[in-house]
């Protein structure tokens, strides 16, 4: 099965064709490289949060009767 393309993804495809097609290149590489660091920051953000300590449930001690 093939992962879903985010909408970043199709951002980042459309300034790479544009990178080939320009011919000053630098406007281009600068956005892409700031794209880049935006998604890292986006994906380091998101691990983070999945990886936070989850509070714990509770629960009551089990007394013997």
Do not use: F
Request: charged share 55%.
């Amino acid at each position: 099965m093939a992962k879903e393309q985010e909408a970043v993804d199709n951002l980042l495809d459309a300034l790479v064709w544009m990178r080939r097609k320009a011919k000053e290149r630098e406007p281009v590489d600068a956005l892409i490289d700031e794209l880049v660091k935006m998604r890292r920051k986006a994906k380091k953000k998101v691990a983070k949060k999945k990886t936070a300590k989850k509070p714990e449930k509770k629960t009551r001690k089990r007394t013997r009767r």
